[in-house]
Antibody
Framework: QVQLVQSGSELKNPGASVKISCKASGYTFNTYGVIWVRQAPGQGLEWMGWIKTNSGNPTYAQGFTGRFVFSLDTSVSTAYLQISSLKAEDTAIYYC???????????WGQGTLVTVSS | QSALTQPASVSGSPGQSITISCTGTNSDVGSYNLVSWYQHHPGKAPKLIIYEAIKRPSGVSNRFSGSKSGNTASLTISGLQTEDESDYYCSSYVGGSTLMFGGGTKLTVL
């Protein structure tokens, strides 16, 4: 069965970096893109961008350039989201999901809570 | 780009029908039938309930239906049940290999 399993919760100090993993199984990894979505406390879902798993080419939404990096390790069917220079406002749940050719996401990771606090 | 516009909240009684709108522009919702709807219980993974504006994934109740007219897509839930109480989000392809979510709608089943 298709699964996306994300790494566990993180507590980070401001200015630190975090790298979240999203391990896919149950399908051919490079046939679907991977999207990343943020949900800040009390806020809605926000599309961060996506990465083409057959090329590694990332696309970032406005507001998610510079400190946010999408990457892959196709040998282990895993996508990564790295956030550098963390700020308190990066505190959120981050979700990965697989992206179909018609832009829907039928399978999602369970979410990773990142808390940025000193 | 601003988020797609959804009502912040809707409510209905068990057995009733409700409709949630998702309004974009002629550059996004109006240009593509690539609208999806998700049900999201806080703390859980979002669940796809409608894709390509009108299609329902297997396993999703036929009480959920989608439609689109012009720049507005809509999600209708018929025969409301208490377990439908959740947050609902639309998303649309907006061109340039990018996607956008709506602001979300909180459904309360009274």
């Amino acid at each position: 069965q298709v699964q996306l399993v994300q790494s566990g919760s993180e507590l980070k100090n401001p200015g630190a970096s975090v790298k979240i993993s999203c391990k896919a199984s149950g399908y051919t990894f490079n046939t679907y893109g991977v999207i990343w979505v943020r949900q800040a406390p009390g806020q809605g879902l926000e599309w961060m961008g996506w990465i083409k798993t057959n090329s590694g080419n990332p696309t970032y939404a406005q507001g998610f350039t510079g400190r946010f990096v999408f990457s892959l390790d196709t040998s282990v069917s895993t996508a990564y989201l790295q956030i550098s220079s963390l700020k308190a406002e990066d505190t959120a749940i981050y979700y990965c999901a697989r992206r179909s050719s018609t832009w829907y996401s039928d399978y999602w990771g369970q979410g990773t809570l990142v808390t940025v606090s000193s | 780009q601003s988020a797609l516009t959804q009502p912040a909240s809707v409510s209905g009684s068990p057995g009733q029908s409700i409709t949630i709108s998702c309004t974009g522009t002629n550059s996004d919702v109006g240009s593509y039938n690539l609208v999806s709807w998700y049900q999201h219980h806080p703390g859980k993974a979002p669940k796809l309930i409608i894709y390509e504006a009108i299609k329902r994934p297997s396993g999703v109740s036929n009480r959920f239906s989608g439609s689109k007219s012009g720049n507005t897509a809509s999600l209708t839930i018929s025969g409301l049940q208490t377990e439908d109480e959740s947050d609902y989000y639309c998303s649309s392809y907006v061109g340039g290999s990018t996607l956008m979510f709506g602001g979300g709608t909180k459904l309360t089943v009274l």
